[in-house]
């Protein structure tokens, strides 16, 4: 990754809204530019007068305006580093707002099809090279390139000749620039997706810590993460090989050509005919000593600009990743469902080329209860996806209360959709928190409605904190079944026209299941529901049973059709029957 000016442009655009802090910035840079040279030039005015001439007043005078003159450029400094410091907040802030806004209407393939540790490095390590690439890189890359063009014009008004020297060096330093920009770009580049491995292997073994412990992978995953963890170290120690042949060199150049203008100058000032007065070289060199000075900080600024722009880069790819489907502009929201469902004709794959559902046909009418049944892999999670529009189908289409489900509003759809899944997320924070998340403006008294009417308030009130109790990141301070009730109370004060139960009591004991059955049978009144489920319990009071076979509805019926048919459903209910004795 080289400096790309299109990328700059880009990163640059985020400062924007703050032009007046960022322009008043510019404006210091351009003064700090001034004066730096001007006390370099004051230095050698004050060696060639006052003290060469042995004037104590005129040497107390050029002092005093010297330490001025220092004294206003410390005030500048501190002006520009605070001032950069607080625009690459600036722009760090609104750039993880974007990432996250972003992130958060992206639809599920894109988490399917990367890895979460990859995610949180742009939000992460990638957005703080960014930040050092404004604070650091940019203003102080042209604090140093303002101060080499002010040095260079007052050194060719002294001496045009030994100008000439200097400006011998551009060339070279340039095609140096060129040689190692490349090697330091690639290198850069290979150390952040090197460590977006080691932090996507991280996050992946946090959240598998439980299959690791229990299969005693402990020493394989370490052995893993070691190997991850030695490519980054010899990627790393790569881009430093590489950074440090460069910066030396340039040191070098540097102090080759001041010897080379000692002995010029000092030529010009002893020999006859040439008449180059003493002080205009003391003047020339302590200019040089400021054209020079940057050279070394400003490599050190390339090599964290290349950083920079690796970052810059990954976040703008993310930032313009569009999602496979966004809302069309036709799409209207939803009136209040009355929650009738219908398939026709579709077929869908996570992989267009690999479909996973074949010619699915069915209508579930306003109220109906609709049970998904079949082996694992059969389809039945990817008919629930379809219906809360996680995905579109490939083929055929899906209408609610008869409008096509491309041109209803995804978020109007999902406002009255109620979703509670097998292992049901909960965020960090307290059980009434998470059970608001369904109707966030709900009340207390609407909260404890809600719960008394699913028979879960006597579970809550027995836990330490009650409503108030922190759940833990996941709902880790929670049984599986305590997290399952708190999902069910969300999904009840959530109050949707269509709900969808993803083998939602697998995780609860029997006993609390048949606790909770009769507050079920209220939430799924009067509402359309789509229940996948391997208990009976779950499936003989369902209006509709669909029998799902590698993508394909094979059967349906309701519980007592299906079981007189004696076909693929009464075999897994003589299976559940035998399961259940057992």
Same mark, same amino acid.
């Given at each position: 990754?080289?400096?790309?000016a299109?990328?700059a442009r880009?990163l ?12 008043t910035?510019?404006?210091? @840079?351009?003064?700090r ?18 003290i060469?001439?042995?004037?104590l ?10 330490l ?14 605070r001032?950069a ?7 760090i802030?609104?750039m993880?707002? *974007?990432?996250?806004?972003h ?5 599920m393939?894109?988490f ?5 540790g990859r ?12 930040r050092?690439?404004?604070q ?8 140093g ?6 040095a260079?014009v007052?050194m060719?008004w002294? *001496?045009?000749?030994l ?9 070279v330093?340039?095609m140096l620039?060129m040689h ?7 290198a850069?580049r290979? @150390? ?26 402990q020493?394989?995953n370490?052995?893993l993460?070691r ?13 430093a090989?590489?950074a440090?042949?460069f910066l030396p ?9 001041l010897?080379?203008?000692l002995?010029?100058?000092?030529y ?10 003493v002080?205009?070289l ?7 000593n ?5 050279? $070394?900080?400003?490599?050190? $600024?390339?090599?964290?600009a290349m ?10 790819r ?5 999602p496979e ?6 799409a ?8 009738r469902v219908?398939?026709?004709n579709?077929?869908?794959g996570? *992989?267009?080329?690999?479909?996973v ?5 069915f ?11 079949g082996?694992t ?14 995905y579109l189908?490939?083929s ?19 406002? $009255?959709l ?5 292992n ?5 924070g307290?059980?009434l928190?998470?059970?608001? @998340?369904?109707?966030?403006?709900a ?9 008394t009417?699913l028979?879960?308030?006597?579970m ?11 759940v833990g990141?996941g709902?880790?301070?929670? =049984? ?7 999902c069910?109370?969300?999904a009840m004060?959530?109050?949707p026209?269509?709900?969808i139960?993803?083998?939602?009591t697998? =995780?609860i ?6 606790s909770? $059955? ?17 208990r009976?319990?779950t499936?003989r ?11 394909r ?21 003589q ?6 004795a057992?």
């Amino acid at each position: 990754m080289a400096l790309d000016a299109g990328l700059a442009r880009w990163l640059f655009s985020y400062t924007r809204p703050y032009a007046r802090k960022r322009n008043t910035l510019l404006g210091i @840079v351009i003064l700090r530019s001034l004066q730096l040279p001007a006390l370099a030039w004051m230095t050698g005015t004050i060696i060639s007068g006052p003290i060469a001439g042995g004037s104590l007043s005129g040497l107390a005078w050029w002092c005093f305006g010297f330490l001025a003159l220092a004294l206003w450029t410390q005030i500048t400094f501190h002006f520009r580093y605070r001032l950069a410091l607080e625009l690459g907040e600036a722009v760090i802030h609104d750039m993880r707002n *974007d990432i996250f806004r972003h992130l958060q209407r992206m639809p599920m393939s894109f988490f399917n099809n990367n890895k979460l540790g990859r995610i949180i490095s742009r939000m992460t390590s990638d957005s703080e090279a960014i930040r050092a690439g404004v604070q650091d890189v940019l203003f102080t890359s042209l604090v140093g390139l303002g101060q080499i063009v002010v040095a260079a014009v007052l050194m060719a008004w002294y *001496d045009w000749v030994l100008f000439s020297i200097v400006a011998a060096v551009v060339p070279v330093l340039w095609m140096l620039n060129m040689h190692f920009r490349t090697k330091l770009g690639k290198a850069h580049r290979d @150390v952040q997706e090197s460590f977006s491995r080691i932090t996507a292997s991280l996050a992946e073994s946090v959240n598998g810590i439980q299959v690791t412990q229990g299969f005693v992978r402990q020493e394989t995953n370490s052995m893993l993460f070691r190997d991850l963890v030695m490519d980054h170290s010899e990627i790393n120690m790569g881009a430093a090989r590489t950074a440090g042949f460069f910066l030396p060199l340039l040191e070098l150049n540097s102090q080759v050509f001041l010897a080379a203008l000692l002995v010029v100058g000092g030529y010009r000032v002893l020999a006859p005919g040439v008449g180059m007065p003493v002080g205009d070289l003391i003047h020339f060199l302590f200019l040089a000593n400021i054209f020079f000075g940057p050279i $070394q900080a400003l490599g050190d $600024q390339y090599n964290q600009a290349m950083l920079s722009m690796a970052g810059a880069d990954r976040l703008r790819r993310l930032l313009t990743t569009e999602p496979e489907w966004n809302d069309p502009p036709t799409a209207r929201p939803l009136a209040p469902l009355a929650g009738r469902v219908c398939f026709e004709n579709l077929s869908f794959g996570y *992989d267009p080329r690999r479909p996973v559902l074949h010619d699915i046909n069915f209508c579930a009418e306003p109220g109906q209860s609709v049970a998904l049944v079949g082996a694992t892999g059969s389809g039945k999670t990817s008919i629930i996806n379809l219906i809360a529009k996680f995905y579109l189908p490939t083929s055929g289409r899906i209408t609610i209360d008869g409008r096509e489900i491309r041109d209803i509003s995804t978020e109007s759809l999902r406002s $009255q959709l109620g979703i509670v899944l097998q292992n049901n997320f909960l965020f960090s924070g307290t059980i009434l928190e998470n059970i608001r @998340v369904g109707k966030p403006e709900a009340t207390d008294p609407e909260v404890f409605d809600a719960v008394t009417k699913l028979g879960c308030v006597e579970m809550i009130q027995s836990l330490p904190g009650g409503f108030q109790t922190e759940v833990g990141e996941g709902g880790c301070k929670l =049984s599986l079944g305590q997290r399952q009730l708190v999902c069910f109370a969300r999904a009840m004060l959530a109050d949707p026209r269509i709900l969808i139960l993803d083998e939602a009591t697998s =995780s609860i004991d029997v006993f609390t299941e048949h606790s909770i $059955q009769q507050a079920l049978a209220r939430l799924l009144a009067g509402r359309t529901s789509f229940i996948v489920a391997h208990r009976l319990s779950t499936i003989r009071g369902a209006d509709l049973v669909l029998v799902l076979d590698h993508g394909r509805i094979m059967e349906r019926g309701n519980h007592r059709e299906l079981v007189g048919q004696r076909g693929i459903y009464a075999n897994l209910h003589q299976q559940f029957t035998q399961a259940s004795a057992a």
